[in-house]
């Protein structure tokens, strides 16, 4: 391996230990913690798994985070009435609906739901009134994992201007918004998708690569310019032996990992990546610390803008 690690862990660490204060001033001024309501609805393990992660940095930093868990079966009515009960709360300053949303709520579910969210509150930045504010180049809050990945960036000083950028993948909470900002910072943007032609040649035009489709080690050496800052967004849980013995070298220490746990998290990135790029996120380890951090960020942000301090 010769790239260079990019440490979304040790950075994530860094941004929520940076908040502390900030923490501790809203806390002083509100009379309570800044507090994330988050609504999960269904039994999507990984979903579980994510809101427990978010709740628990949350309550490191000092910020008081409240998880409403509603089954399965529930309606979208009953969704958006805990949604409403968030927004009338003047002891809720973000809110956070997590996705995927059970198939059974409908195709319309999710967009009816973010789009129920207070602007003011919508710690995502899903709301179309915070989605036109990020076009625009004014954010009020960004969405969380392209806000860590353009961080992350940042804190590794790796250059933006002008150089050749290509997302792979087009939705709402990553690719879109990722590109968005990847263009504000002047780089040149390329968005493909599962239609784009010889992407394999459109992807090794990059400088900055950002795979985010939700297929495991699908970014193989052939998509990636020796060099290349390649940003892995991809977290996929493989239980099959036969394919991480693929993925991985006979001497890889994520073996015994996955003998004694029976699966692994591989990214959208091939592992033999690491020998062409230049410097890459791992998974894990790399863009999904940053997302919870920039989770942090974005709460302490709604509890400010409340207090008029910003925005
Ligand atoms: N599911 C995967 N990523 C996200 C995210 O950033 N926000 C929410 N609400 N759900 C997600």
Known sequence: MSARLL??????????????????ACTRRLGRPPTLGILLVGDDPASQVYV??????????????????????????????V?????????????????????????????????????????????????????QARPRFAPCTPAG??????????????????????????GKPVAMLLLHRHATVTICHSRTRELPAVARE??????ALGRPAFVTPEYVRPGAT?????????ADAATIRDL?????????????????????VHPAVADTAGAFTPVPGGVGPMTVAMLMVNTVRAAEI??????
Do not use: M, Y
């Open 83 to 135: 949604v409403e009960r968030f927004n009338a709360s003047d002891d809720h300053d973000g809110i956070l609906v997590q996705s995927p949303l059970p198939a059974a709520l409908g195709p319309e579910a999710e967009r009816a739901l973010f789009d129920a969210i207070d602007p003011l509150k919508d710690v995502d930045g899903f709301h179309p009134a915070n989605v036109g504010r990020l076009v």
């Open 306 to 311: 409340r207090l008029g301090v910003d925005g």
């Open 52 to 81: 427990g992660t978010k709740s628990r940095a949350g309550a490191e930093i000092g910020l008081s985070v409240e998880v409403v868990s509603l089954p399965s079966t529930a309606t979208l009515e009953a969704a958006r009435q």
């Open 206 to 211: 990059a400088e900055i690569l950002v795979a």
């Open 230 to 238: 390649v940003v892995d967004v991809g977290i996929n849980r493989v």
């Open 248 to 268: 991985l070298p006979a001497d890889s220490p994520r073996l015994a990992a996955f003998a004694k746990r029976g699966a692994l998290l591989i990214g959208d």
């Open 149 to 174: 990945i353009l961080e992350l960036l940042d804190r590794s000083g790796i250059e933006l201007a002008g150089r050749r950028a290509v997302v792979i993948g087009r939705s709402q909470i990553v």
């Open 7 to 24: 440490d979304g862990k040790g950075t994530a660490a860094d941004i929520r230990s940076e908040l502390v204060p900030r923490v501790a």
